[in-house]
């Protein structure tokens, strides 16, 4: 089969890195795959087979036109067999030309809760899921599906629910000095994430300042990078939290294998790969008592309230007694186990393999809709 992938950016996000990691999968079982990124923002996956990037820099809004227009032509060109977008700008504007262009089987994944898009990609999904523009769509989880339950029958009929997974762990060498330099024999805690507000990084630099001589290690980048910098100034935190930016997977492990707990305090989340590997690696874990935290993690880690206070409290108790940590690290490490990449895998290809004459539903749905 002849499947192209659809992401918004290039860097090293979760939705980016379950893209390559399908991409490789279905290569590796003879699949002609092609992945293709809308725009340039870290070159994360520049150079590898098979990959595409449409745009060097995030584009206007004149540039999205001619994105569209791009991505028609080259749906025509490499005639696809099957699509799949991730990311709200990826299904919206990928599935749109995949429709005009003729494409029949359009695999929207939805690694997002759909309510938290922006208003107009909020309303354009609404819109695609409900009249037909997907043929399918891929929830990453239960709490996505859930956070559907409110849509018309017409978008809800053809969701599947198909975790992300991750690949087999490398330990990679870490190369940041800032890392080595932080004090040996006290306790560091992680984070892995998107520097934006759905992380919530301010509960976390709170709780900190209540764990004294305790540091803080955040892997990777975003538009809070500069705000938050500023905030471990003012909070005096400066010698206390290391920033270390996007890195390698291989080199997140490294980092995993020399902190000694995991905190992950998002205010929401669709699955949370970071969360996932974090879990493969063995580490103790406090995360928010959300939705998603709760079917991943189930029993394994410690779930509070995402305040400071909360955050802090679950934290010391990890740090403090260590044998209860590493039993925790244990259970993590074994529910990790059912979120495989060959599982994903498995998911994708009998999801597309399967379907018939998906096209249909688009005039049926077309047609419910004037009715």
């Not at 990777?220 to 996007?246: W, Y």
Request: net charge positive; proline share 5%.
């Amino acid at each position: 089969m002849k499947v192209v992938q659809i992401v918004t950016q290039m860097e090293a996000g979760g939705a980016q890195r379950v893209a390559y990691l399908l991409h490789e999968g279905l290569r590796g079982r003879g699949h002609d795959t092609e992945l293709w990124f809308l725009y340039l923002k870290r070159p994360t996956y520049s150079g590898k087979p098979g990959v595409r990037v449409l745009s060097n820099g995030r584009p206007s809004l004149w540039g999205y036109f001619l994105l569209a227009v791009r991505l028609f032509v080259w749906f025509r060109r490499h005639k696809p067999d099957v699509i799949f977008t991730h990311g709200h700008y990826a299904n919206v504007l990928g599935q749109l030309m995949g429709a005009v262009a003729g494409v029949n089987r359009r695999v929207a994944v939805q690694h997002c809760i759909p309510t938290k898009y922006p208003a107009f990609p909020r309303f354009a999904d609404w819109l695609f899921g409900t009249v037909g523009i997907y043929t399918t769509q891929i929830a990453v989880s239960h709490s996505v599906v859930e956070s559907m339950s409110a849509y018309p029958e017409s978008y809800k009929r053809n969701i599947h629910m198909i975790y992300n997974g991750i690949a087999p762990a490398q330990n990679g060498c870490s190369s940041s000095q800032q890392l080595a330099d932080l004090p040996v024999g006290r306790p560091r805690i992680l984070h892995v994430g998107r520097l934006s507000r759905e992380k919530n990084h301010e509960a976390l630099l709170k709780s900190l300042q209540q764990m004294p001589g305790v540091h803080l290690v955040l892997v990777g980048d975003g538009e809070l990078r500069d705000t938050l910098e500023q905030q471990v100034q003012a909070m005096g935190l400066a010698d206390r939290v290391c920033f270390l930016g996007e890195i390698t997977p291989e080199e997140v492990r490294s980092v995993m294998n020399v902190c000694d707990l995991f905190m992950f305090p998002s205010v929401f989340e669709a699955l949370g790969i970071a969360l996932i590997e974090a879990m493969a690696a063995g580490m103790p874990i406090v995360a928010s008592d959300i939705p998603a935290c709760r079917e991943v993690l189930q029993n394994t880690g410690i779930l509070v309230s995402p305040t400071p206070q909360e955050l802090s409290r679950a934290a010391k108790r990890l740090l403090a007694d260590t044998s209860y940590a590493k039993e925790m690290g244990r259970r993590a490490a074994e529910r990790a186990k059912k979120f495989s990449v060959d599982a994903m895998v498995d998911g994708y290809e009998s999801l597309f393999l399967s379907q018939t004459h998906p096209h249909k539903r688009l005039f049926r749905n077309l047609r419910g809709q004037l009715d």
